[in-house]
């Protein structure tokens, strides 16, 4: 059987129900964090930091091993070096985005690190889990802590 359509000039309205799928994976930016992105001026460290508001848990928590900086270079497309990302990843360092939980000790006069690539995101300027209540339970932890390593 064919169908055939007639303009008639009739405006006919429809009610379709369509199931309207959302993405419930979402990062929350908070203001104040325009600060510390005016610090950076490489791309490389812009894209990076996209890269891994993607990537890390729902505690802003994320690694970054050799590996996992050769698959940024690759997504990005952009063929960024091993050495451009390391600088990228100070320059988030250092404009306080991204904080570091690396740690290390002295043993028999060497140096060894014994957790290595840990970093996460500030929480003042970024939250990936839904509970608010989690993020300010974070921050006060956080602002201890400073308080603590003086």
């Known amino acids: 059987m064919k169908k055939i359509l007639v303009k008639t000039g009739e405006k006919i309205t429809r009610n379709v129900v369509e199931n309207v799928y959302i993405d419930t994976s979402f990062v929350q930016r908070y203001s104040g964090v325009e600060r510390a992105l005016?610090?950076?001026t490489s791309?490389?460290?812009i894209h990076l930091l996209q890269w891994i508001l993607n990537k890390m848990n729902k505690h802003n928590t994320f690694s970054l091993t050799k590996a996992?900086?050769?698959i940024f270079s690759k997504e990005s497309k952009r063929g960024y070096s091993l050495s451009a990302i390391n600088k990228s990843l100070k320059s988030l360092v250092d404009a306080d985005i991204v904080f570091s939980t690396n740690e290390s000790s002295e043993r028999n006069g060497k140096m060894i690190k014994s957790r290595n690539s840990m970093y996460?995101?500030?929480?003042k300027f970024y939250w990936k889990n839904p509970s608010k209540q989690s993020r300010i339970e974070m921050i006060k932890i956080l602002e201890e802590d400073k308080l603590w390593n003086r």
Request: hydrophobic share 30%; charged share 25%.
């Open 38 to 40: 005016y610090k950076i």
């Open 43 to 45: 791309p490389c460290a």
């Open 68 to 70: 996992e900086k050769l």
């Open 120 to 123: 996460y995101i500030n929480p």
